[in-house]
């Protein structure tokens, strides 16, 4: 198993003080190559998060088309997220819809790996930390 490369933040970098939040418990060592996990956030946003290729990325953990968990789907070499109920296929880096029936793109984090720790934020979040949708 590869580990996830280090983001760009040192050790002792305040993550929050750019938007950036804990994914829960998770640590980049526990997701190899291909896994995805379902993560919950201390606001109750629950997101994917999955290794592909050794880096790591996050969606919302709810299909645009009928809010199936994509944590529950699979993810494939070519960076494919594949919905398991329907088969609706997103880009696992932009969210962009590859294959329907989903219409929609699904909402990405931009993800940071900190003392091995993961981190993430919404990835509309602005320089000082604010998200540009409500
Ligand atoms: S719920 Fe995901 S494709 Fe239908």
């Known amino acids: 198993m590869s580990a996830p490369t280090e983001g760009l933040v040192r050790a ?3 993550g929050a003080a ?23 956030l201390a606001d109750g946003e629950r997101l994917c ?5 050794g880096e ?28 398991c109920f329907h088969g609706a296929k997103f880009d696992c880096r932009s969210g962009a819809v590859l294959r329907g029936p989903a219409e929609d793109p699904v909402a990405t984090w931009e ?8 981190w993430v934020r919404p990835a509309d979040t602005t320089a ?6 409500a």
């Open 12 to 14: 002792g970098d305040a």
């Open 49 to 53: 998060i999955g290794n592909h290729a």
């Open 128 to 133: 000082d930390g604010e998200r540009e949708r």
């Open 111 to 118: 993800v940071r790996v900190m003392d091995g720790a993961v």
């Open 18 to 40: 750019d938007g950036f939040v804990r994914a829960g418990d998770l640590r980049a060592a526990d997701l190899a190559p291909g896994e995805l996990r379902a993560v919950t």
């Open 56 to 83: 790591l990325f996050a969606v919302h953990d709810v299909c645009p088309h009928a809010e199936f968990p994509l944590s529950e789907g699979a993810l494939y070499a070519n960076g494919e997220l594949e919905c």
